[in-house]
């Protein structure tokens, strides 16, 4: 046994999977798809938002859809809660929102280039207590 080398182990497949399986328990839950957002049309005079929220669902969310400055809303379903013309921003407060999809559709009352607008979706994260915001392009 005197000439025998040993040679090092190399760690395995399962240790390495255990390993992965641990760190991604950890993630945060808003990087596991707390909220998601996307357009389901985009037009020169009309927007349509969709936004899915995971589980557990946070309890307020704030939608902010950026606009070529001065260009005004003509209407929104739900209603937004503030518009700033100078900054180009339609602003939506949604509180008690569940788990599932939402919809926000919003008319303009001038055309814009479609690829000009861009929307950002905040809330806090239930689990974490951190802000997650979203960008939405």
Avoid: F
């Amino acid at each position: 046994m005197k000439g025998i080398k040993k040679n090092p182990r190399k760690p395995s497949g399962i240790l390495l999977a255990v390993l992965l399986l641990c760190l991604s328990v950890s993630v945060p839950a808003g990087a596991m798809g707390l909220i998601s957002g996307r357009y389901l049309s985009r037009t020169a005079t009309e927007l349509t938002l969709e936004i899915k929220i995971g589980s557990p669902p946070p309890a307020s969310l704030i939608i902010i859809q950026h606009l070529p400055p001065g260009t005004a809303p003509a209407s929104a379903n739900p209603p937004y809660k503030k518009y700033t013309a100078k900054k180009g921003e339609v602003r939506w407060l949604l509180h008690n929102v569940q788990a599932g999809t939402i919809t926000i559709h919003l008319k303009l009352t001038a055309p814009v280039n479609p690829h000009q607008v861009s929307a950002e979706i905040r809330c806090m994260d239930p689990v974490t207590g951190k802000l997650v915001t979203t960008q939405v392009k």
